[in-house]
């Protein structure tokens, strides 16, 4: 694994961790709020896909090793934009997958440039004001405390300013690519009824899966990594 940096059209400076094996295919890894490329749960995600393909998983603006500060997807699609076009120019086939507002990401990516081969939208919000977040809940703040990393919660720099986002909801229709829907049936931060919506709206083609028993993003895979590994794999490979 080689960690590099680029630079966006706004000047952000933005930390990948690439898994260059020569492959044909590459999966680019999204992380969301408060999660980067170096945190163990995706340090773990990334080394279980570069198994099968090259992988480059990312830090959004404003965590970790990226510069800037992070708008809660109104500007980072200049990242995603920045790494898809990097991974085009070496790659034949280019997948996103994002986790919860890295989620959000991809679709929106999806729906915008439409110049990827698949995505994989884990718990992504369908509205980033309709996001429940319920942190008192044992499945929010319990798994939040196990992944504790003071390196990484001391990396995160949010903008304080409120910016205009793009709803996921908004370009699901747009986005023509084949798209995978996962979502935890016990999520209480993003609720499946956001991944059922974006499902049923979409007209590219689609698959839903729930994860009955698990609860939000990254901890899917925590929880059954096995079956997320393969059910995301059978999609990338059908």
Not at 113 to 139: C, G, L, T
Not at 173 to 199: M, N, Q, R, S, Y
Request: glycine content about 6%; charged content about 25%; proline content about 3%.
């Amino acid at each position: 694994m080689q960690e590099k940096f680029l630079y966006t059209n706004d000047n952000i400076k933005i930390a990948i961790n690439h898994y260059d094996k020569g492959k044909e295919s590459v999966l680019i890894i999204i992380p969301g709020w408060f999660m980067t490329k170096d945190s163990k749960a995706f340090l773990k995600i990334s080394k279980a896909f570069a198994q099968e393909m090259d992988v480059i998983c990312m830090d959004c603006r404003g965590h970790g090793k990226s510069s800037g500060f992070y708008t809660f997807t109104a500007k980072e699609t200049a990242d995603i934009k920045k790494i898809v076009d990097f991974a085009k120019s070496k790659y034949k086939k280019v997948y996103l997958a994002g986790f919860s507002l890295g989620g959000a990401l991809a679709v929106i990516h999806g729906g915008i440039n439409q110049n990827v081969d698949k995505i994989i939208a884990v718990s992504a919000p369908s509205s980033f004001r309709k996001i429940e977040n319920q942190m008192w809940h044992y499945n929010a703040w319990i798994p939040t405390m196990k992944k504790f990393e003071f390196s990484r919660w001391v990396s995160v720099r949010p903008l304080i300013i409120p910016l205009k986002k793009i709803k996921p909801i908004d370009v699901i229709k747009k986005v023509d690519v084949p798209t995978l829907f996962i979502a935890g049936g016990k999520d209480v931060t993003v609720k499946k009824w956001h991944t059922e919506k974006l499902f049923d709206l979409a007209v590219c083609k689609k698959k839903y899966v729930l994860f009955e028993n698990c609860i939000h993003a990254e901890d899917i895979f925590l929880q059954e990594k096995d079956k997320f590994i393969q059910t995301c794999l059978d999609w990338l490979k059908e």
